[in-house]
């Protein structure tokens, strides 16, 4: 057996053993971790220092040094807050979705369960050991962690840690030791991807490049998102001063967020049109504007800084990350959802209108995680959802789509609960009873 | 461009298209197809005379043959009413799932919506072309179809009246000619099953073998199940008599089913266990017995007629398909969880028991699809836990399990509905404000 294939078998069996714990008794152990790591603030520091010197020293760009700096500003104390809240949450596990009564003493429900086996894949930042620590075992699923190589010392003595609260509470909490497997080398990695009969489900938290890589050369599910070009769409029957503040939020609250907006596409029949790229301008941001946009702004404006040529091969599906925006006009909303479809990443995609049939439309055409109206797209996050967490956000289109919370990491079961009954004896398999089919108030279930 | 590039570009413009009809629409074109279909049971038979023709002097089993006959006994008329049952179905497309004032005016909505564009391959049984047709339809959902080369000519008569329907009503119904595509070559399916930028959702419906040579072909999500092996515990403080019955009524009601079982676990405990076995024989079973069952078996019964040799190796993860079953001892319902969790395809898992710690432990432990207590593994089905139709059953762990109706074919997308609101202006991002995550009552909701 590969050491791969034993690490994700010895995780399946963790998986299976925290499948069967109660919510109290998941929780407690992430108290317990909260503790052992706030108890050892000091050799963690220093396991930290170790990988910013490193950092450096190999000339490692300023905002990845910063990145794996723990304990800058009250960061690691957020980091242990952040465990306590997990724990805190409601649980995700058993839930009743759904009962039906099949037949009398013959009752169906669909069931909140772990999905079981999460590969989480992250680069710089340490702090999310912590986080994905209390997400899986809080949902019941056993992970196994593969951090960066930047933060390798941080990531060796957190797991270490980890490992431990873990081995010496296993026999008071259930918790099992392989619940949380912390890896080290690229090579078990690709090794690991390809565990799809014990992996259930891959998290990359990383760079565009680290997600696109992972989904190429796996079968097992990906929860996350490469991309996220976002467009916003100001209609002609827009309200200027909204679609101003809105562009200018979208774009330059957090550039490198994937919920920023990365092509405006405009309806030149919006009295002052203009006006909207004037704002951006304004705030420092370059316009990368189709021919048509470009000659008509210069019938409206005097100069034309910060404006530069669009290339339509490549800018529409470009993420930029950047104080940059693509910028071309479109003649009605249909034309504007069509570009969406066509272009966008399926993250989160804007109209700005005062037409509700226009918005309506929109709404219900763009075929994106998240469709907004008269909002910014900066809105696309776990927390400001409500989610009290959040473990990514996912562009594909089955599972978790856009924020997801706690309940990403959970899927369901069916149960069956009898009194010796056989399908022989119903119709349609060769017996005269008929099925009930009785739906129950979920609210007055208690199993 | 390559054929199949176009036909899941063009899938995909007609998912858009019916992303954005109504229900109404939607299913109007459902009762124009059955009618359609209906007027030309003539062209439709004499199709699949041919089809029958041409299987018989091929020499194709008589189970195939039967199959392929679409006029057999009502099946033509069954296959049309059940374009109208699905049409008459509640609408899956549009239901609010949750609804959060994130603030004043700016309310989160998390709505169903169509998964996209499916790609459904099946073998022989032409009257699936009806059933996906209109499942597909129904859900706002483009398909491309593929039928097997038994049925080819039915098939082909069959699409030309689909498609021609389609075409007719297009300006009245809006639901675009691309909306269902049937496609005749296998070399174009292994193309298809590449355009994973172009096609959501790939449903495959027949033997075990076409649905892992397609799971392995293809990163597009499987709607499917490969294997049904199903396994029942029979603890130590069963009923004898349910266990006898339950046996019976999986292993014999048809044991071709995906949902018959394949393995018993008997724990040894139980008074009078053989008489489970002897039920099963009676019923024309052959036991595959492990050498502890057999020894302890010969001490209380004196012939040992279909009872044969467990290859421990392999009939534990074998699907019979016949009157065949392993058997094997346990010790306990820990041990019987564990032979599950590591044998079963995840499909249907039952316990007979009295006791309800025991039941409660297998409910929670087992890691499939369906977990039973004290009922057969035959009621895995769609139409018993009713769903009004079923698309399949699903082995895998994420997006569908179980059992699939409409409900399979449908994921979410977040609606945010504001009045100009920007990310800044809020905690987290800049600004002062904080954030009301107030849920709403979904049933007051009418957007």
């Not at 010197?53 to 000339?59: F, P």
């Not at 620590?133 to 930047?150: C, F, P, Q, V």
């Not at 967020?257 to 309806?267: F, H, R, S």
Request: hydrophobic share 40%.
């Amino acid at each position: 057996m590969s050491v791969s294939e034993s690490i994700a078998k010895t995780a399946r069996a963790a998986g299976n053993i925290l499948k069967t714990l109660s919510d109290e008794e998941r929780s407690s152990i992430l108290y317990k971790i909260h503790d052992g790591l706030k108890a050892n603030a000091a050799s963690i520091e220093a396991a930290n220092k170790l990988d910013l010197e490193q950092a450096k020293s190999t000339n490692l760009s300023d905002s990845l040094v910063k990145r794996l700096d723990l304990f800058k500003g009250d960061k690691f104390e957020t980091m242990l807050q952040g465990i306590v809240d997990v724990a805190n949450l409601q649980d995700p596990v058993g839930k009743v979705n759904f009962a039906r009564e099949i037949d009398e003493n013959l009752t169906l429900y669909q069931i909140t369960a772990p999905v079981g086996v999460l590969l989480v894949i992250f680069e710089s930042r340490p702090e999310v050991i912590a986080n994905i620590t209390a997400l899986s075992i809080k949902s019941g699923n056993a992970a196994i962690l593969k951090g960066g190589k930047e933060s390798l010392n941080t990531f060796k003595e957190m797991s270490r840690i980890v490992n431990d609260v873990v081995e010496q509470n296993e026999k008071t909490t259930h918790v099992p030791v392989g619940a949380v497997q912390l890896i080290e080398t690229r090579e078990d990695v690709s090794d690991l991807l390809q565990q799809d009969e014990y992996i259930d489900l891959v998290i990359p938290r990383g760079s565009n490049a680290l997600v696109r890589q992972i989904k190429s050369s796996t079968k097992i599910p990906v929860l996350g998102h490469a991309d996220g070009i976002c467009s916003i769409y100001v209609d002609e029957s827009a309200d200027i001063g909204k679609a101003k503040r809105i562009l200018v939020d979208a774009k330059t609250n957090y550039p490198a967020g994937c919920n920023a907006v990365e092509t405006l596409l405009i309806n030149p029949k919006l009295q002052h049109w203009w006006e909207v790229l004037n704002s951006l301008i304004e705030n420092g941001v370059t316009l990368h504007v189709s021919k048509e946009v470009k000659k008509q702004y210069k019938e409206h404006n005097s100069t034309s800084d910060h404006i530069v040529d669009l290339d339509e091969s490549k800018d529409f599906d470009k993420e930029f990350l950047s104080l940059d925006i693509a910028v071309a006009f479109v003649e009605s909303t249909e034309a504007a959802v069509l570009h969406i479809n066509t272009h966008s990443s399926k993250h989160t995609d804007a109209i700005v209108t005062e037409n509700s049939e226009n918005a309506e439309y929109f709404l219900k055409a763009v075929d994106s995680s998240s469709v907004y109206w008269n909002a910014s797209t900066r809105f696309a996050d776990g927390f400001r959802y409500g989610f009290g967490t959040e473990v990514g956000i996912s562009t594909s289109k089955i599972h978790a789509r856009g924020p997801v919370g706690l309940d990403g990491l959970v899927t369901y079961q069916y149960q069956l609960r009898g009194n010796g009954q056989i399908a022989s004896d119903y119709l349609g398999a060769g017996g005269k009873k008929a099925f009930v089919h009785k739906d129950l108030d979920v609210k007055s279930i208690s199993i």
